[in-house]
């Protein structure tokens, strides 16, 4: 955690992917690995990382706004709508999670415009 808060992703996820080897079943060390793997642009880690999270607990709000937020990188569009719904109908009390869903909205809408 101390890498990824001194702005090194990379090393922290190498780190944690180790961790959540030796504990494959601790969501900490998968949400930790997730965030890292977002921050250091694996976008595709994290997206499989935030699905298991959200599989195992499925009243994680802040893994369905990663797996949203990482589908959107991925430019998975259409799939990042769904999580970050989930995440605003959850945590409707979180603006970044509402402004996300809705600039997702927006990009659809001008697509199909």
Do not use: C
């Amino acid at each position: 955690m101390k890498l990824l808060e001194e702005g090194s992703p990379a090393a922290a996820a190498a780190l944690l992917e180790r961790a959540a080897d030796a504990e494959p079943e601790s969501r900490s060390i998968r949400e930790a690995l997730a965030r890292a793997q977002f921050n250091s642009r694996r976008y595709a880690d994290a997206v499989d990382s935030f699905r298991w999270i959200v599989s195992a607990n499925p009243t994680e709000d802040y893994a369905y706004f990663g797996l949203g937020l990482s589908l959107w990188r991925t430019g998975d569009m259409e799939g990042a709508q769904e999580p970050l719904a989930i995440a605003v109908a959850m945590r409707p009390d979180i603006r970044h999670y509402a402004s996300a869903l809705k600039q997702v909205r927006a990009t659809l809408e001008a697509r199909r415009a």
